[in-house]
């Protein structure tokens, strides 16, 4: 199994910036790519972007050239960075591992300001 475990969700003003971490630890070498999701309230919960063990990356269009998703093998961790935020992305955000095990963290609350 994979344990999750994100960080560095908070409140910003709209226009900011702010990154988020995700630290992966047990079966690292059973993960294919990691993700970040996010779920609004009364919405469901969607992709914002994935990467792959290899570096390959994807993004929802809604935050294409906004954020950045990075990952540092070396810790097992992989990186948001979320730049020029809107009220819009304010979210409950969740790191996801895919490969043998599907993983969730428990989530980081990110609220961005108008």
């Known amino acids: 199994q994979v344990q999750l475990v994100e960080s560095g969700g908070g409140l910003v003003q709209a226009g900011g910036s702010l990154r988020l971490s995700c630290a992966a630890s047990?079966?690292?070498?059973?993960?294919?790519?990691m993700g970040w999701y996010r779920q609004a309230p009364g919405n469901d919960r969607g992709l914002v972007a994935t990467?792959?063990?290899?570096?390959?990356?994807h993004y929802a269009d809604s935050v294409k050239g906004r954020f950045t998703i990075s990952e540092d093998n070396a810790k097992s961790t992989v990186y948001l960075q979320m730049n020029r935020l809107k009220p819009e992305d304010t979210a409950v955000y969740y790191c996801?591992?895919?490969?043998?095990?599907?993983?969730w963290g428990q989530g980081t609350q990110v609220t961005v300001s108008s």
């Open positions: 047990g079966s690292t070498s059973s993960i294919y790519f």
């Open positions: 996801a591992a895919h490969g043998l095990y599907d993983s």
């Open positions: 990467i792959t063990s290899g570096g390959t990356t």
